[in-house]
């Protein structure tokens, strides 16, 4: 088939999908459901296509699809309203987006940050779908050449980067920060020889920490803590303005929209890793690439650190689908979830699907944007309604945030240990943070940490111990280099010394 062909066959697809009211009605219906499931800390979009996957067993395919793909957008950018406006993400993809996006309300423009995530999110899901179109195979291919050696460097990479671009004063800080979640990644019995480290006797801890409660800890009970012993107010942040944002905004910020947008669809193809470290990583570059100027409004409401994070860990979600639908690998944990619901409806991604299932992959394309639109609509409908919620006073308002805290730790399999881990973490971050160390490299440390832990293991396990094969595997030298380089850069030393030698090769290429 032509591109052509397949350009009109995605509209004739994208005709039968709308001229249905049912599907429209089900789409913008789970859309909203999924913002709401990622704007509640403890909800992710993992937890709510589980919980879709049971009820869409008696549905058709293609309702099925409508309904988990609607879900599932709408969850990733659902967890930027929390980060905004309460510096409490409500996914870890969002962590990243909090970072800017809390000091830009806290300046009376809550409503400007709703609006260019939301529009970024819907720019970035887009260019996430023609990427799962057109490069399927290619990025696919490159995905493949993954090994342990490489998924442990990845996530070493993800967690070094995030030190390294929160940290208020102090690099070693973050990086300290995040070696800690990564420790606390270890608790629990390993995957790989059932041994149990860290537990202390007590069973609850045999599987681990859970993510969600040390999340909402470590975001959630600081801020709490803060507000209510009046150490921090809301600001302005329930002030109502234009939502929309302008197009001059969009063109500003166009070249830091496509990059991340790649960079989100790069990492979402490495089966595995998920949308938050997409926006940390994108974050990072953007920062680096940014002028000396615009380097200093990073942390403080920048809105080329809101646009790329958002834009990143929504273009993720088409990333994802790409070793999914090709090669049956999902390539995030709700992407998992997505691939138990096409199990359950009969249909098996690989290789083989375009054979099995023809034009299948057009049809999730199709699905895919009429999901970004339903989200974009959604999102511009709730943005002031949230806003007036936040009118409430503070003294008032936080406490109840304080029960849906405890309720989303709770309800993670209904265990009241949750608690247990979730306050006393809290109370650590608590400190942790008063002391500027950065609190998101030690969530992202817990994230990455058990495949770092895994993949080390396994890769010195099948090398019986040596770190050679390390060096004679391309993808892993390269970031095996990139890491090196990072951490150098850190040095004042050797940053006045690149500094030094970048202006030297740039002057002396205006002379020439």
Wanted: proline share 6%.
């Amino acid at each position: 088939m032509t591109m052509i062909d397949q350009f009109l066959h995605f509209f004739s697809i994208l005709f039968d999908l709308v001229s249905q009211p049912s599907n429209l009605l089900i789409l913008f219906a789970s859309s909203f459901i999924g913002i709401l499931f990622g704007a509640m800390p403890g909800l992710t979009a993992t937890l709510g296509i589980a919980l879709l996957t049971t009820l869409t067993y008696s549905l058709n395919t293609d309702t099925a699809l409508i309904s988990l793909l609607g879900m599932y957008v709408g969850a990733v950018y659902g967890g930027s309203y929390p980060a905004i406006l309460l510096n409490i993400p409500g996914t870890p993809a969002a962590a990243s987006t909090a970072l800017d996006g809390y000091p830009m309300a806290k300046r009376g423009k809550g409503a400007k940050a709703l609006g260019l995530t939301t529009t970024a999110s819907l720019i970035g899901t887009l260019i996430g779908l023609v990427f799962l179109v057109v490069l399927s195979p290619a990025i696919a291919a490159v995905a493949l050449q993954f090994t342990s050696w490489e998924f442990f460097l990845l996530a070493l990479f993800g967690i070094i980067i995030s030190g390294s671009i929160t940290s208020q004063d102090l690099v070693i800080k973050g990086w300290i920060a995040g070696f800690l979640g990564l420790f606390l990644s270890t608790i629990g019995r390993d995957s790989l020889q059932y041994f149990p480290r860290y537990t202390f006797e007590q069973s609850q801890l045999d599987s681990g920490l859970e993510i969600v409660p040390v999340l909402i800890g470590v975001f959630g009970i600081p801020q709490v803590i803060r507000v209510l012993s009046d150490r921090e107010t809301l600001g302005e942040l329930t002030k109502l303005s234009r939502v929309l944002p302008e197009l001059a905004v969009i063109k500003r910020n166009i070249k830091h929209i496509f990059r991340s947008a790649c960079v989100g669809v790069g990492i979402g193809s490495v089966p595995g890793i998920g949308e938050d470290i997409a926006g940390w990583v994108s974050y990072s570059v953007a920062k680096k690439t940014s002028n000396p100027e615009e380097q200093k409004k990073f942390g403080h409401g920048a809105e080329a650190a809101i646009v790329s994070s958002e834009t990143a860990n929504n273009a993720c979600v088409g990333g994802a689908l790409i070793p999914l639908l090709t090669l049956g690998i999902p390539g995030s944990p709700p992407a998992a979830m997505l691939l138990g619901a096409l199990l359950l409806h009969g249909i098996t991604p690989g290789p083989t699907i375009e054979i099995d299932h023809p034009n299948f992959l057009l049809e999730v394309t199709a699905i895919l944007f009429l999901a970004s639109l339903a989200m974009w609509a959604n999102g511009m409908l709730l943005a002031k309604q949230v806003l007036k919620l936040l009118q409430v006073p503070p003294p008032l308002f936080i406490p109840v945030v304080g029960v849906l805290c405890v309720m989303g730790a709770y309800s993670l399999g209904i265990n009241i240990f949750n608690l247990y881990i979730m306050l006393p973490v809290g109370i650590c971050a608590y400190f942790l943070s008063e002391m500027k160390f950065p609190l998101a490299p030690l969530v992202i440390g817990l994230v990455l940490g058990s495949m770092a832990d895994e993949s080390l293991r396994r890769a010195l396990m099948l090398s019986d111990g040596s770190f050679w094969p390390l060096f004679d595997r391309p993808v892993a030298v390269i970031l095996l280099m990139i890491i090196v380089c990072f951490c150098a850069i850190q040095i004042p030393l050797v940053r006045r010394g690149v500094t030094a030698f970048v202006s030297r090769f740039f002057r002396r290429t205006n002379r020439e």
